[in-house]
């Protein structure tokens, strides 16, 4: 169900809304049970056949923490069974007919299954991960709570595309919130700020973008104002209807009492590609560098093995977007960049080009 449809704006989001303040502020146990079962309502709107595989994913993660808590006998083997789990369940659903696909054209004797994709499997999936390595390495407590983990989970307003959540943020939302007024009138202004830009922006460059991708797929010439046209018209597009979708599911948090972590910063504005990826998708990022980049070691071992590592890191990220070699491709391309960044970087350090480069005009 799209935020910008007239089945969530003028049915599911106000019936929320309406179901939940009904339910008495004192009652906070009840007014979560309504966003869990709205939440699930959310996620079964494509069809309930994709329901088993998320409950699978929501009870094998939350006894799998409890399991590998601090203090518990074998964690460590409970922990790295559950990751492989959800690694496993992840490329099951998402990547098994990319991979089948390619093996019969190259004239193997396979069959392509019909898979359906559970909504959201890659944005679940890796809050699952998070969630089972703040737990094990002490950071955050278990939840003993099945509920709390599902809603976790399922939250619907970021439960498509993000912001990916972190429990140690959101646990403490789910008991401690107290909505207001003020909060609710501004969580709908951003979810009208975020439609508009959706609707009124990202809807309005397709048009461009579409019609010059199309026509060099057609092998039709372009000249070189009209490749600008669709690459620049696109690289607004994507950014608008991204930021517009978060500014969307962070003011329909807002509106319920919930506050999710921001996932944008003008990426734009970025000096540079490092710069970019701390600004652009933050969540994700800050997954990327807290349940891989660290653990491949990060920056401590010298240069050279932090170069593999992020190259590695930004490799999962383009698999992770998409189940193709181009997204293959986009991750290796952006790896490479960072690579270069970080070498320009580390070259001019100290050097009075470093304090020449950072002038504003330059910068």
């Given at each position: 169900?799209?935020?910008?449809?007239?089945?969530?704006?003028?049915?599911?989001?106000?019936?929320?809304?309406?179901?939940?303040?009904?339910?008495?502020?004192?009652?906070?146990?009840?007014?979560?049970?309504?966003?869990?079962?709205?939440?699930?309502?959310?996620?079964?709107?494509?069809?309930?056949?994709?329901?088993?595989?998320?409950?699978?994913?929501?009870?094998?993660?939350?006894?799998?923490?409890?399991?590998?808590?601090?203090g518990r006998r074998h964690r460590?083997?409970?922990?790295?069974?559950?990751?492989?789990?959800?690694?496993?369940?992840?490329?099951?659903?998402?990547?098994?007919?990319?991979?089948?696909?390619?093996?019969?054209?190259?004239?193997?004797?396979?069959?392509?299954?019909?898979?359906?994709?559970?909504?959201?499997?890659?944005?679940?999936?890796?809050?699952?991960?998070?969630?089972?390595?703040?737990?094990?390495?002490?950071?955050?407590?278990?939840?003993?709570?099945?509920?709390?983990?599902?809603?976790?989970?399922?939250?619907?307003?970021?439960?498509?595309?993000?912001?990916?959540?972190?429990?140690?943020?959101?646990?403490?939302?789910?008991?401690?919130?107290?909505?207001?007024?003020?909060?609710?009138?501004?969580?709908?202004?951003?979810?009208?700020?975020?439609?508009?830009?959706?609707?009124?922006?990202?809807?309005?460059?397709?048009?461009?973008?579409?019609?010059?991708?199309?026509?060099?797929?057609?092998?039709?010439?372009?000249?070189?104002?009209?490749?600008?046209?669709?690459?620049l018209s696109y690289t607004f597009?994507?950014?608008?209807?991204?930021?517009?979708?978060?500014?969307?599911?962070?003011?329909?948090?807002?509106?319920?009492?919930?506050?999710?972590?921001?996932?944008?910063?003008?990426?734009?504005?970025?000096?540079?590609?490092?710069?970019?990826?701390?600004?652009?998708?933050?969540?994700?990022?800050?997954?990327?560098?807290?349940?891989?980049?660290?653990?491949?070691?990060?920056?401590?071992?010298?240069?050279?093995?932090?170069?593999?590592?992020?190259?590695?890191?930004?490799?999962?990220?383009?698999?992770?977007?998409?189940?193709?070699?181009?997204?293959?491709?986009?991750?290796?391309?952006?790896?490479?960049?960072?690579?270069?960044?970080?070498?320009?970087?580390?070259?001019?350090?100290?050097?009075?080009?470093?304090?020449?480069?950072?002038?504003?005009?330059?910068?």
């Amino acid at each position: 169900m799209a935020f910008g449809s007239m089945s969530f704006l003028f049915g599911f989001l106000p019936l929320t809304l309406l179901c939940y303040f009904l339910m008495p502020r004192r009652w906070r146990s009840g007014r979560n049970l309504v966003l869990l079962l709205f939440s699930l309502a959310f996620y079964c709107w494509g069809g309930v056949r994709l329901l088993p595989a998320f409950a699978v994913s929501c009870v094998g993660n939350w006894a799998a923490a409890l399991l590998s808590a601090p203090g518990r006998r074998h964690r460590k083997a409970v922990y790295a069974a559950a990751v492989v789990f959800n690694v496993l369940m992840l490329g099951y659903y998402k990547y098994t007919g990319f991979l089948l696909g390619n093996l019969a054209a190259l004239g193997m004797d396979v069959t392509v299954p019909s898979i359906a994709l559970p909504a959201g499997i890659s944005f679940f999936t890796f809050q699952a991960v998070a969630y089972l390595t703040d737990v094990y390495r002490g950071a955050i407590p278990a939840e003993r709570n099945l509920g709390r983990v599902t809603l976790f989970m399922a939250f619907f307003p970021q439960l498509l595309q993000g912001p990916i959540l972190r429990y140690g943020e959101f646990g403490p939302e789910i008991l401690q919130r107290r909505e207001t007024a003020d909060e609710a009138a501004d969580g709908a202004v951003r979810f009208c700020f975020g439609l508009a830009k959706k609707v009124l922006l990202a809807d309005s460059l397709a048009p461009a973008a579409d019609a010059v991708f199309h026509a060099a797929a057609q092998g039709l010439p372009l000249s070189t104002a009209e490749a600008w046209l669709g690459a620049l018209s696109y690289t607004f597009q994507i950014y608008f209807d991204f930021s517009g979708y978060t500014d969307m599911a962070v003011g329909a948090a807002l509106m319920l009492g919930l506050r999710l972590p921001e996932n944008f910063a003008a990426p734009y504005k970025a000096t540079g590609i490092v710069d970019f990826w701390r600004r652009w998708h933050m969540t994700l990022g800050r997954w990327l560098h807290d349940c891989l980049y660290q653990p491949l070691g990060g920056s401590r071992h010298g240069r050279v093995r932090q170069y593999a590592n992020l190259l590695l890191t930004m490799l999962v990220c383009g698999v992770w977007h998409g189940a193709g070699l181009t997204f293959l491709l986009w991750g290796a391309l952006h790896g490479l960049l960072l690579l270069v960044n970080h070498a320009f970087r580390h070259l001019l350090r100290g050097s009075l080009a470093e304090r020449v480069l950072a002038l504003p005009p330059l910068r």
